[in-house]
């Protein structure tokens, strides 16, 4: 009966994962975070076991933790565009600096570390599908610190590369763009607070323009959340070590739409739903610049599609979730929230 340890358990990925492990495995949980809205009945679980801490003060509760569990997944981080043009600065500490102390404890109590690498670290790779082994990872200039994040997040796969020569057992998992209930709250009015599905939602729902970032053309291969997870159990199982000293990329390279067509789709499918309707009659779609929305620091990334040869093959793994059940999915999550998020108009 495994113990996993999830840092950030409150998260998007931590409390999906955390759901799927009370309900289909024998595994216990170790959960830390700040906030649990996200849990809900899950913290009466008798195997769910939580603090509320942050990674950056109760030190000594993660190292005994670490010492404690068996798998490691360190999942505190910024993620959010905005964030990393406006304060690059966070974004390093948080994502690398504090995650360096658990990465190190991993390693010092011979622990299975599932770290999550993210699709970013490609940066401006210009392969048609970013091959975890032989890609390049193409950062910008350093006035651009858009950056920081893809980064310092590849500078800690390499340090946790570094440890694996030293006898970490560790596995990398890269996502790309996932998405599903709960990734960011839809109550955030604020442009470039949250990510793209979730910011179109809430505009959506709050009858207001969608703004396109240089056109919308730019492409993201989209995965839903339920694939990934089932992905990532089986990387925690680890059945014959097979996920040991690997780098995955988890995403669905079938699922690969611009920000364009993604606003066109949302809008399609809210008329299809009476909560969503009226108000999405009332969204226009806008086109500005990246540096109006996001600040000058930003730059993007023209397309983002996952080589997961090895991902499928040696975890036994395929992503079914097609971009239209994705989609509605989310829109099924959300109906009874329609009226919070439309108040933040007020």
Request: proline share 4%; hydrophobic share 40%; aromatic share 10%.
């Amino acid at each position: 009966m495994k113990k996993v340890l999830i840092l950030g358990v409150n998260g998007f990925i931590g409390h999906h994962l955390s759901k799927r492990i009370l309900e289909t495995t024998d595994w216990e949980v170790y959960g830390m975070d700040m906030q649990t809205e996200r849990l809900g009945d899950l913290l009466d679980h008798p195997r769910m076991h939580f603090f509320e801490g942050d990674i950056t003060i109760n030190k000594e509760w993660v190292e005994y933790h670490v010492k404690k569990c068996d798998v490691i997944l360190p999942l505190v981080a910024i993620a959010t565009p905005s964030t990393y043009v406006k304060q690059p600065l966070r974004v390093f500490e948080l994502d690398f600096e504090a995650n360096l102390p658990i990465v190190r404890s991993a390693a010092k109590y011979g622990k299975h570390l599932v770290f999550p690498s993210t699709s970013e670290v490609y940066g401006m790779c210009h392969d048609e599908e970013f091959d975890p082994e032989n890609s390049e990872l193409i950062c910008g200039p350093i006035n651009k610190p858009r950056w920081i994040y893809s980064c310092a997040k590849q500078l800690m796969d390499r340090v946790i590369w570094g440890y694996g020569m030293e006898g970490l057992n560790f596995t990398l998992f890269r996502p790309f763009n996932w998405i599903g209930a709960g990734l960011d709250s839809i109550h955030t009015p604020k442009e470039g607070s949250s990510r793209v599905v979730t910011q179109f939602f809430g505009h959506i729902v709050r009858g207001e323009n969608i703004s396109l970032v240089d056109g919308g053309a730019q492409k993201r291969a989209f995965t839903y959340i339920d694939d990934g997870i089932d992905a990532l159990v089986r990387i925690i199982a680890n059945k014959d070590g097979v996920a040991s000293g690997k780098i995955y990329n988890i995403g669905n390279p079938t699922n690969n739409h611009s920000i364009r067509e993604l606003a066109h789709m949302m809008l399609d499918l809210a008329a299809e739903y009476p909560e969503y309707a009226e108000s999405a009659k009332k969204v226009q779609l806008t086109e500005t610049t990246s540096a109006a929305y996001y600040g000058g620091g930003y730059q993007d990334v023209q397309n983002r599609v996952p080589k997961i040869t090895n991902t499928c093959e040696e975890l036994g793994w395929a992503p079914t979730t097609t971009m239209a059940d994705s989609m509605r999915h989310i829109f099924d999550a959300y109906r009874s929230q329609v009226a919070q998020a439309r108040a933040l108009m007020d």
